[in-house]
């Protein structure tokens, strides 16, 4: 297998084009294929050879209708990197530009010649290939790969789309927004189309460059942590998210600032690959990160259900099971000390549980793959970083916040619903003595003479319980409150003893 790939490597990178970003692919599809492809594939880089400029020129010029002179004060011939779909080149704007723009160095990115119908016979070629995959049992029953292929395709055209990439771009950088962890080149919107892209120059120290770190007076070991909390909030809080963090897109800038919290930032670029989670989905998310940190099987295995990777007639408990017992022996670990670990202790856990898990209908929802690939990058990226970094000392402090803001919006739901069931246990004395006093106007026959008394218990039995009502929400939602906020907690929990004292002093007043 590690042969095969090693063939597919070389493959790919004398193809070019999409058969590179398949090679990528591939290389997160943990979930299907063995270590031996995907430790070879996930180095895949575009390692391809620049295209000439004269060519690139004619192109950008068509695309920007007039002569690149005319454009950039200055083009550098050289690329400074060559991919698959596309390379760059550093330029400067022309002095009005500059002006209006607030840059001058820029970055300018340009597609290869005749993309587009490489693209598309590499398309063609990978749905004929999902077609026959599909044919084949073992393959069709973990996954649809047709719907697979279309979640591929949709991603590669978008990626070839500039205008779709300057508006990820930009969007991204709203979601961070005054976070002094992160910065987002800015996008020269006159100079882009669909095959020009034009950004500010923010080339800086590549991320896993730890050389140049150190000399920049920055330790690798605090980046990876500061880079995985900020790939967190993308999944599990904004649902917006770079799906391609490799270290060729990923800078370390150094902050000149003295009173910031820290001398560099995160600079994130190429937004070609993106990834957009559901609200259901993000919340299944958080569901399990919560449940992994916590070590709670059980809890693991409903979020993979709510997520939507096991299908809801799937039989759990063989499941649950074995994730109690995997957390029990390997829970915590980083990467570091898993190496560790005597091979027979995995090998005695894939015999007794490889079976139940192999025999699970798993299924990927949409964009599920994205996320896995977004999560192995942050993995690895963080592992180069510091090889004693533990992805659980990220996750845990992380899954701790997202729990307390759980809890907050479980205090507001029930305090909310306490509330709408207090208001409307309170309406109704009013409305009952309406009616009793129709019954005494005499607007309301009543045959029964008994029914005014049952009336006027059913009152005061009603005043009762919304002492009752009132006391429970304020004591619930105090308790809830109080681990986050012991002041409110503590003032929620004495306010509700009087309508507790209310509640029983009138009932032992109308009793007597």
């Given amino acids: 297998m590690r042969r095969f790939a090693q063939r ?23 979930d299907v294929l063995p270590p031996e492809i ?58 009005g530009n500059a002006a209006d723009t607030g840059l001058s160095s820029v970055v300018f990115k340009v597609q290869r010649p005749g993309i587009d119908m490489i693209v598309d016979v590499d398309l063609a070629a990978l749905r004929r290939v999902g077609g026959w995959l599909s044919r084949i049992r073992l393959e069709s029953e973990r996954a649809d790969v047709p719907a697979l292929v279309r979640e ?36 020269v919107w006159e100079r882009t189309t669909r095959r020009v892209l034009t950004l500010e120059d923010v080339t800086a120290i590549k991320i896993t460059d730890a050389e140049g770190l150190r000399l920049a007076g920055i330790d690798p070991a605090t980046v990876a942590p500061v880079f995985a909390s900020v790939m967190f909030d993308q999944l599990f809080t904004n649902g917006f998210f770079h799906a391609d963090p490799h270290p060729g897109n990923i800078f370390i800038t150094p902050v000149a600032d ?19 989670i559901p609200s259901k989905t993000r919340s299944g998310l ?3 990160l919560i449940a992994a940190a916590s070590r709670d099987g059980k809890g693991l295995v409903a979020a993979i259900s709510d997520i939507g990777v096991l299908v809801p007639s799937a039989d759990t408990a063989e499941l649950e099971r074995a994730m109690t017992h995997l957390f029990a022996r390997f829970g915590g670990m980083g990467f570091a000390e898993l190496r560790e670990v005597d091979p027979r202790e995995f090998r005695d856990f894939g015999a007794e549980f490889g079976n139940v898990v192999r025999s699970l209908p798993f299924q990927l ?35 701790a916040q997202l729990l307390r803001e759980e809890r907050g919006k479980l205090a507001k739901d029930a305090a909310a619903q306490a509330l709408e069931t207090a208001a409307v246990a309170m309406r109704l004395p009013k409305r009952l003595d309406g009616l009793v006093t129709r019954l005494e106007e005499g607007s309301l026959h009543v045959s029964n003479p008994r029914v005014e008394r049952q009336l006027a218990r059913l009152i005061r039995t009603a005043q009762r319980a919304v002492s009752a009502i009132i006391f429970a929400a304020l004591l619930i939602s105090g308790s809830v409150v109080r681990p986050d906020d012991p002041v409110l907690g503590n003032v929620l929990m004495i306010v509700s003893a009087v309508p507790l004292l209310y509640g029983l002093w009138s009932g032992g007043r109308r009793g007597r």
């Fill in 38 to 95: 995907t430790a070879e594939l996930e180095g895949l880089q575009d390692e391809v050879p620049p295209v000439p400029f004269p060519a690139i020129r004619a192109l950008a010029e068509a695309e920007l209708g007039a002569p690149l002179d005319a454009v950039f004060a200055s083009v550098e011939e050289t690329p400074i990197a060559a991919a698959s779909l596309g390379q760059a080149h550093r330029a400067k704007l022309l002095p």
């Fill in 258 to 276: 003295s009173s910031a919290e820290r001398p560099w930032k995160l600079t994130f670029i190429d937004f070609g690959m993106m990834g957009e």
């Fill in 152 to 187: 591929f395709e949709q991603t590669s055209l978008e990626e070839i789309d500039y205008m779709n990439e300057a508006a990820n771009s930009e969007r991204f950088a709203a979601d961070f927004a005054g976070d002094p962890r992160v910065a987002v080149p800015g996008v």
């Fill in 365 to 399: 929802p949409e964009n599920f793959l994205l996320i896995i690939r977004a999560m192995s990058l942050t993995s690895g990226v963080c592992s180069s970083l510091d090889a004693r970094f533990n992805l659980w000392d990220s996750v845990e402090p992380y899954a």
């Fill in 8 to 30: 597919f490597h070389v493959l790919a990178v004398e193809l070019g084009g999409l058969m590179i970003k398949v090679g990528q692919f591939m290389s997160s599809r943990l």
């Fill in 286 to 288: 958080r569901k399990l």
